[in-house]
């Protein structure tokens, strides 16, 4: 089976805080994804990466960076955590370099609370 | 913005009754996708379509795509309280770099 493992279920972090979410995935997929979720707003892509290193902007970048050193960990990164970034977070992943017709695994969701 | 929205946002069902999502993509997508997020858990895949009037079953569930492959819809026949649940469409856009682009989801509420 497919893993997708998100480090943490719940975080509650400060605002103007540093704030790591790492995502691993156990299958040598070459895509990985970074979704946040809110209610009415559907699933909206921060950051993608096709491969090692290479990554590329979603709908909703701005506040957020990336970071995939190794093909199975992605990391996301909020610079300073601000209270609107409060949301959960999903990571997924899928084979293929390039492409996205095939299906996506998700991890278990982060709930991040910034007070 | 988005750019894949789905009808309707909420729908309350009696078990048994039947029930429908639409989803609608402003641009041409290449493939749609289907996922299911039960309460508290993540979304799950359910079907790919690919070709453009394509209709898919699996068991209850009849997925079509539009024949301009812009918008697609999930039909319950008989819904049951297993189908409680979010359902999200994903379109890969046919346009610029491929990227996976979720709708909005309909939350579906069955009582029993």
């Known amino acids: 089976d497919v893993k997708v493992t998100q480090s943490s279920r719940y975080l509650v972090k400060r605002t103007g805080e540093k704030v790591f979410l790492e995502c691993v995935q156990d299958?040598?997929?070459?895509?990985m994804f970074w979704y946040r979720q809110d209610p009415g707003l559907g699933l909206r892509l921060i950051y993608f990466?096709?491969?090692?290193?290479?990554?590329e902007k979603g709908d909703i970048p701005e506040g957020y960076s990336v970071s995939r050193e190794k093909k199975e960990r992605f990391s996301l990164i909020l610079e300073s955590a601000s209270t609107n970034q409060t949301s959960m977070y999903l990571c997924?992943?899928?084979?293929?370099?390039?492409?996205?017709?095939?299906?996506?695994?998700f991890g278990q969701g982060t709930r991040l609370t910034v007070v | 913005g988005q750019q894949v929205m789905q009808i309707p946002q909420y729908q309350h069902v009696q078990e048994g009754e039947d029930f429908t999502t639409y989803c609608n993509s402003s641009?041409?997508?290449?493939?749609i996708q289907w996922y299911k997020q039960r309460p508290g858990g993540h979304p799950v895949f359910l079907i790919q379509?690919?070709?453009?009037?394509e209709v898919k079953k699996q068991k209850r569930l009849t997925f079509q795509f539009g024949e301009a492959k812009k918008n697609s819809s999930l039909h319950i026949t008989a819904t049951q309280t297993t189908d409680v649940g979010t359902y999200f469409c994903?379109?890969?856009?046919?346009?610029?770099?491929?990227?996976?682009?979720f709708g909005t989801g309909t939350r579906l509420l069955v009582s029993p």
């Open positions: 641009t041409t997508l290449s493939n």
């Open positions: 379509l690919v070709k453009s009037g």
């Open positions: 990466s096709y491969d090692v290193k290479m990554k």
């Open positions: 299958m040598d997929h070459e895509n």
């Open positions: 994903a379109g890969v856009r046919n346009t610029g770099f491929q990227k996976l682009v």
């Open positions: 997924a992943s899928s084979l293929h370099e390039g492409r996205f017709d095939t299906e996506a695994f």
